[in-house]
């Protein structure tokens, strides 16, 4: 075939296929429209998977009567003027193609009329061209109804997901653009039934109780930097605790200036928020909004605007992720124990269902009387790893707590102001280590180490080359390991902290570690080992303690940053309120 100029319909169709992928897509740019038309109440509905109808009505500003043909052509826009104008988009759309995109594949009739005018417009297309235009009476705003969507692209409709799936994806649509706009009423209904409804007040709150449940609301932090410098940014929105999570990173949702954006980096940001609270493979949900100068972000990087480029992505990332964490620790709270219709010991055996189970109140009241009782306990503190010497006291994160006992050689009983407390001596005390490994390493220590009689391991080919590529990291963290045959390496040092320990033990739960989940970098690889060092050398569940060695867990517990997990996100201790066993025993009112 010679070279040729492809006709104008061909043209629009391939042009429209970068928009207009799927009915979703279409749904999203109605909604955009309406959006920046400066809505209220917007209704949307959508017959069967959205080929065979999609209707959005708003009651925003409406087209002007004579530019309302113009709105369906090509690169015609009221919201951009300039290229500079580029750089300060505060719209969600600009490109000008939408209308002419959807237009070109499927039967479209929209009226408006702008509040200025007296009469309203009716005009209907189809394919792109218009086939009816006329002057009706009209309340303002914009009512848009597209039909028989790419009745014109067969090629396309092969391509479709089912009905199924993007009925979801169109419920999901419309509630990120409720919750990036909770001043806007959204109406969803599907085959003529509601499905959604949300929004109205201008509070996330009220949106996010509607989206994602009062029960998970319940268990959500508020997260908002509005007082603090990030350099003009803000982050703010809802963030789960702890003991809520999902097994991928889906409901993390993320809102730069009002548009939803999907971005690796900055789903990273919240997700490391979390690090050592969640257990790997875990992950948190979020609904987080960052406002910032629209001329540090660049939406102009993708047609359907989903991507977008920082100036500083560092900058965003770090505002974020410290956004989330200060949420994090600022609410961390002891899970305390409330027990459904059994007695507590059939609940919660299984500590990720301890969302239900808990309630997360943390009573950080006066301690009063247990105070007083408390620092005479604590004369003679025998903990075994001494507080570093003359280094400030850390806060207190945990109330006081006074030593009962210790049960099935692996749990500490321990009295607080606000009831009992059940700790796990094992959890608790990689909790302690953990800390302490990382609070010497941030300052660039070198990790004591412990210098050991040389001892041989001998390693599977596979296991040798991930022993070798984690030299330098195991180096970094005390451990003086030399290659020393095929396959064969001398330990020479280990970490002070496993001066107790089996190094050979040690060295093949590190490699078994590095190859599970197989987290590529040398912050993963440093991470997983810093973990199994902590785990190695915490104290065992079965283990027999001495009241010193309790205490000093316990002292040394209530001044950790995150007292409540395990570096592994599992739960260090549980808490049981006074006014829980007054219940349990049947005693209050009584
Ligand atoms: P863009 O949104 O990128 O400007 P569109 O093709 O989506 O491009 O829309 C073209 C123009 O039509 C918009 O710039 C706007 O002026 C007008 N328009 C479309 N939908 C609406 C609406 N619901 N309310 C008010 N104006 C609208
Ligand atoms: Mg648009």
């Known amino acids: ?15 429209a296929g970068e928009v207009v992928e799927r009915p979703s897509s279409v749904v999203k740019e109605l909604l955009e429209n309406a959006i920046d038309g400066g809505a209220e109440t917007i209704h949307i509905g959508v017959w069967g998977d959205g080929r065979r109808k999609i209707q959005i009505m708003d009651d925003g500003c409406g087209i002007p009567a004579e530019d309302i043909e113009l709105a369906f052509m090509r690169h015609a826009t009221s919201k951009l003027d300039t290229a500079e104008d580029l750089y300060r988009i505060l719209t969600l759309g600009f490109r000008g193609e939408a209308l002419a995109s959807i237009a070109s594949v499927s039967h479209v009739q929209m009226s408006t009329r702008c509040a200025e005018e007296s009469v309203g417009t ?53 509630s990120r653009y409720a919750m990036a706009y909770p001043q806007i009423r959204f109406v969803l209904e599907q085959d003529q039934r509601e499905v959604l409804r949300a929004g109205g007040s201008g509070d996330l709150a009220d949106v996010l109780v509607n989206v994602i449940g009062l029960d998970t609301f319940k268990n959500m932090l508020e997260v908002d930097t509005r007082s603090e410098d990030y350099q003009g940014i803000r982050v703010y929105g809802y963030t789960s605790t702890p003991n809520l999570h999902r097994a991928d990173r889906s409901k993390i949702t993320l809102f730069v200036n009002g548009r939803w954006i999907q971005d690796t980096g900055l789903t990273h940001a919240v997700v490391q928020a979390y690090h050592t609270l969640l257990m790997t493979g875990r992950y948190p949900i979020a609904i987080l909004r960052i406002d910032m100068p629209p001329e ?18 560092e900058q ?4 974020v992720q410290r956004a989330v964490r200060r949420s994090l620790i600022e609410h961390a709270r002891v899970p305390s124990f409330r027990t459904g219709r059994g007695s507590f010991t059939d609940a919660g055996r299984d500590w990720r269902d301890t969302s239900r189970q808990m309630d997360m109140e943390l009573d950080l009241r006066d301690p009063g009387q247990h105070a007083v009782r408390q620092s005479e306990d604590a004369t003679g503190d025998g903990s075994e790893i001494p507080e570093g010497l003359g280094a400030p006291a850390r806060p207190r994160t945990l109330p006081m707590l006074r030593l009962v006992g210790q049960i099935a050689a692996s749990y500490i009983i321990a009295e607080g102001p606000a009831g009992l407390y059940l700790i796990d001596q094992h959890a608790a005390h990689e909790r302690i280590l953990y800390e302490q490994f990382m609070a010497d390493y941030a300052q660039q220590q070198t990790v004591a180490q412990y210098a050991l ?12 080359r991930l022993l070798e590529a984690s030299l330098d990291a195991l180096a970094r963290l005390g451990f003086g390991i030399e290659p020393f045959g095929p396959n064969l390496f001398v330990v020479r040092s280990v970490p002070g902290m496993l001066a107790d320990g089996d190094p050979v033990e040690v060295i093949t739960s590190i490699i078994q570690d590095l190859e599970a ?38 002292r040394q517990l209530e001044r950790c940053d995150s007292p409540l997990t395990c570096p592994h996100g599992r739960p260090t201790l549980i808490h049981i309120s006074s006014d829980q066993l007054a219940r349990e025993f049947g005693r209050l009112g009584v």
């Open 1 to 15: 075939m010679p070279i040729h100029k492809l006709a104008e319909d061909v043209v629009a169709q391939i042009a």
């Open 122 to 174: 009716t005009i209907r297309l189809e394919g792109g061209t218009i086939v009816n235009r006329k002057s009706v009476g009209l309340p303002a705003g914009t009512t848009i109804t597209v039909e028989q969507l790419f009745f014109n692209t067969p090629a396309r409709l092969k391509f479709l997901k089912s009905e199924m799936t993007e009925k979801r994806q169109i419920a999901n649509l419309i």
């Open 296 to 313: 540090l972000v660049d939406v102009n990087v993708h047609p359907t605007k989903a991507e977008v480029r920082f100036q500083s992505h």
């Open 316 to 319: 965003v990332f770090s505002a």
């Open 453 to 464: 009689e040389a001892q041989t391991v001998h390693l599977s080919a596979p296991e040798a």
């Open 517 to 554: 989940g197989n987290t590529p970098g040398q912050q993963a690889i440093e991470d997983k080992i810093i973990l199994r060092v902590c785990k190695t050398a915490a104290v065992k569940a079965g283990q027999i303690l001495s009241v010193e060695q309790m205490q000093g867990l316990i």
